[in-house]
C-alpha cells in the first residue's frame, strides 16, 4: 500500500512538473496563453484561489507549488532561447507556427467559454473585443507602423503582459509584443539571462497578477461566459493581425507545415491532462 502511494506522488509530481512546464512555454508562445493551458490542466481555479484566499488555500494546495513553479521556469527561460533562434532562422515560418498552435487552442478555449451557457450578452463581449483589439492592433502594427525602443520601462510594460496573460484566460501578450517590436528583443534578452531585462520584466509580470487577481476572479464569478467569450475575441483578433504577408523562397510551404503541426500540438495539448490523469 506504501508503494503504491509513493508511485502516485511521484507520477503526480511527474505530472505537475510537466504542466508547469507547459504554462511557462504558453507564456513565451505567441498566441498560447499560459492561462488557458492552466485551465486545461485543471490548475487555473487553485491557482487564483491561492492567490486570493492564501490563508485556506496554502494549506490545501502547498504541494503544487514546488514541481509547478519548477517547470514553468523552464519552461519559460528554456523556450526563450529556442524561439529566438527560431525567429533569427526565418520570422514568417515561426510566426505561422505560432499561428497554428493559435488555432489548436481554439476548440477548448470555446467549450471552455460555453461551459456556463451563451447569451447575446457573451456574443456580444465576443464581437465587441474582437473588433476593439483587432481595430487597436492593425493601426498600431500595420498603419501607424508603431515601433518602440527597448528599455527598462517597456521590458517592465512586457512583465506585465505576461502576468496578465497567466492570469487572464486567453489573452495571448505576445501578440501585443509582436505588433509593437519588443517580441524579439526580449526573447533574445530573456535567452542571455540578461540582467537589464530580468529585473525589468519579472518585478512586472508579479506585480500585474498580484493587482488583477481578485479583481479577475470576482468578474469571473459573477459573469463567466461574458469573460470568456471576450478572451475568446482578443485571441481570434490578436491572430489575425500577426498574419504575414511578405514571403521568401519556399516559406509558403513551409509555413503550410509548421501552421499544420503547431495546431496539432496544441490540439494534443488540450487533451494531455485526462492523458496523464488515466
Known sequence: MAVRRDQNFIIRWLRDLLCGFLIGAGAILPGVSGGVLAVVFDIYRPFMEVLTRPRTAIPKYWRWFLPIALGWCVGFLGFAKGIAAAISLSNTVTTWLFIGLIVGTVPSLFREAGKEGR??????????????????????SRIAEVTVEPNFWWYNFCGVLWGMSIVIPGMTSSSVMMALGLYQPMLEGLARLDLLVLSASLPGMVLAIALLARLVSWFFRRHYAVAFHGILGFVLASTL????????????????????????????????????QT
Open 119 to 140: 447569451t447575446a450578452a457573451s456574443w456580444g463581449s465576443l464581437l465587441l473585443c474582437a473588433g476593439a483589439v483587432f481595430a487597436g492592433l492593425f493601426y498600431v
Open 241 to 276: 493581425v500577426i498574419i504575414p504577408t511578405e514571403y521568401g523562397p519556399g516559406e509558403p510551404l513551409l509555413s503550410a507545415l509548421c501552421c499544420v503541426g503547431g495546431f496539432l500540438l496544441a490540439f494534443l495539448l488540450a487533451r494531455l491532462d485526462k492523458k496523464i
